[in-house]
């Protein structure tokens, strides 16, 4: 079955560092794969998708690029700030019906010091 | 704002007892998704609805049960309560069709305590 593996946390940095998450996946097909954040207290938010190969997704200065040759989708992020403090998610879903689940990592926490 | 709805937000009850969470999708989405997140099994598929039709099963105990109503909201049934199923349980929803995307928006979620 499909299956997600995210880097063990929690990851502390300082502010304006720069952050990659690392995340692999196992798939049968051509799965989506999306990273979702979670802020204290609030659901789940998409922070950013790709739906193909070499398809790189972007949102508020994060981003990841869909590596198939590598199963892996990455995040990074230039300069973060005390704001993206958060629970980050990556997941992955086939296209539709039965397959259209959403599998997650088990996330990390990240926490930005001032 | 995703546009998903979940009430109640906090539900405190005792074992054995059974309790009913109720989601609204976002205007015009047809499917809806449920899932359980806690410490130990992190973020856990439990049931898809598309339509009013169950669509697909994940690791949802027989306790459990849920249902899509013609106004596309949707219900999940926890009876038997016991300790462990004490968890925070999102909805989520997504557009019909190709056309629709294929990414999943989420609601509040509900936290469920069982004493």
């Known amino acids: 079955g499909n299956s997600v593996t995210q880097m063990e946390g929690p990851v502390t940095l300082s502010e304006e560092a720069f952050l990659t998450i690392n995340c692999t996946y196992t798939a049968t097909g051509y799965p989506s794969l999306f990273w979702y954040v979670q802020y204290p207290g609030e659901g789940l938010q998409l922070l950013l998708k790709a739906t193909k190969a070499d398809d790189k997704g972007s949102n508020k200065g994060f981003e990841a690029t869909y590596r198939k040759e590598t199963t892996s989708f990455h995040l990074e992020k230039g300069s973060v700030q005390v704001s993206d403090s958060a629970v980050y998610f990556c997941?992955?879903?086939?296209?539709?019906?039965?397959?259209?689940?959403?599998?997650f990592g088990k996330g990390i926490t990240l926490s930005v010091r001032p | 704002d995703s546009g998903v709805t979940q009430t109640p937000k906090h539900l405190i009850t005792a074992t054995g007892q059974r309790v009913t969470l109720r989601c609204s999708p976002r205007s015009g989405d047809l499917s809806v998704y449920w899932y359980q997140q806690s410490l130990d099994q992190g973020l856990q598929f439990l049931i898809q609805?598309?339509?009013?039709?169950?669509?697909a099963k994940g690791n949802i105990l027989e306790r459990f049960s849920a249902q899509q109503f013609p106004d596309l909201h949707s219900e999940l049934n926890l009876s038997s309560l016991e300790l462990g199923d004490s968890a925070l349980y999102f909805c989520a929803s997504r557009g019909g069709g190709l056309a629709g995307g294929n990414e999943q928006f989420f609601g509040p979620g509900t936290r469920l305590t069982v004493l």
């Open positions: 997941a992955l879903s086939g296209l539709a019906g039965a397959n259209s689940k959403l599998t």
């Open positions: 609805y598309y339509n009013g039709e169950e669509r």
